[in-house]
């Protein structure tokens, strides 16, 4: 009898458990929906808001490029109109780094099409945004992983090699303001309790990979007007933080925007590492377009993988 009793009471216990749903609260002028599991875990709602809108992990994974040894399979396609690869490259490099200074050596490359132009440079606008980000022809110094003042990253750039430095930042850093870009204003701060009526946001707790993660989903709401979707620039993004840590461990996230004279719509997908005590981009995979006015449009795809990283 008191086996079956036993028996019984585990099975309401589950039964219970299985009846449990999300619920929704209100933080800083935003719903939230709550998994249960975040409910009985007692998880401070505007504080962990909070913490992602302050978060610096993620492109601080970036910044660290700059300064480690580490080798990278480099996969770039660009695309017609027609949606058939019109150049790409298929490359392993080594970037070997001392002090402030880093160089990127070519071990292995494959191009087809018209990937390069005459010069040798990249003749395309995703190949060079890829190119400023994992390599450099000659050595370069100057370099830090320091995340700083955003905006002294552009001050003495410009034309397009100050729109890369716009877009590295918005791909690599979302959700913080992006100086520059036209007509784009405050609409990438979607942590701002002014956008709080443009997305949904949810909090779960989940397995990743054999450790605890926190999971936050924050997505454009259904149903907008047309002038509250021209303020969304960020439309998905899905962030995993380790649970001890509060590191960035994965995203995804796609953008869209619009503004006549620039315009882009991208997706991608990040995993961060972590070894010797620095994070970095292990897997990054990109796939977008992009056009301004004086360069046309354009569709590309790329996959980066970082492996054999060491510090000096």
Request: proline fraction near 2%; include cysteine; charge should be positive.
């Amino acid at each position: 009898m008191k086996c079956y009793a036993f028996l019984f009471s585990v099975l309401m216990a589950l039964s219970l458990y299985g009846q449990e749903k999300d619920s929704v609260v209100q933080s800083g002028g935003r719903l939230v929906t709550l998994t249960p599991v975040i409910i009985r875990s007692g998880t401070n709602v505007p504080g962990f808001i909070k913490r992602v809108g302050d978060d610096t992990t993620f492109y601080k994974a970036f910044k660290n490029l700059r300064v480690l040894n580490y080798r990278t399979l480099n996969d770039v396609r660009m695309f017609d109109r027609k949606g058939k690869v019109a150049a790409s490259l298929n490359s392993k490099t080594r970037q070997w780094s001392s002090g402030t200074c880093r160089v990127t050596i070519t071990e292995q490359e494959n191009i087809t099409g018209d990937y390069y132009d005459a010069q040798g440079d990249p003749n395309y606008y995703t190949a060079q945004l890829y190119a400023s980000l994992f390599f450099s022809k000659d050595t370069v110094c100057g370099q830090t992983n320091t995340v700083g003042d955003l905006k002294l990253n552009i001050r003495d750039k410009k034309g397009i090699e100050k729109r890369k430095e716009q877009l590295k930042m918005l791909f690599f850093n979302p959700g913080k303001d992006i100086p520059g870009i036209p007509l784009m204003g405050r609409k990438v701060q979607v942590f701002d309790q002014q956008h709080s009526d443009l997305y949904d946001f949810s909090i779960d707790l989940q397995e990743y990979k054999g450790k605890t993660a926190y999971v936050f989903r924050l997505k454009m709401k259904e149903g907008l007007s047309f002038f509250k979707k021209d303020e969304v620039v960020i439309d998905e993004m899905t962030t995993w933080f380790d649970y001890d840590s509060f590191e960035v461990i994965e995203r995804d996230y796609t953008m869209s925007y619009n503004a006549g004279v620039y315009r882009f719509n991208v997706a991608m997908h990040v995993e961060i590492d972590k070894k010797n005590g620095y994070l970095y981009p292990k897997l990054i995979r990109y796939d977008g377009s992009w056009g301004v006015v004086v360069k046309g449009s354009e569709r590309g795809l790329f996959t980066a993988t970082v492996y054999d990283l060491s510090v000096n």
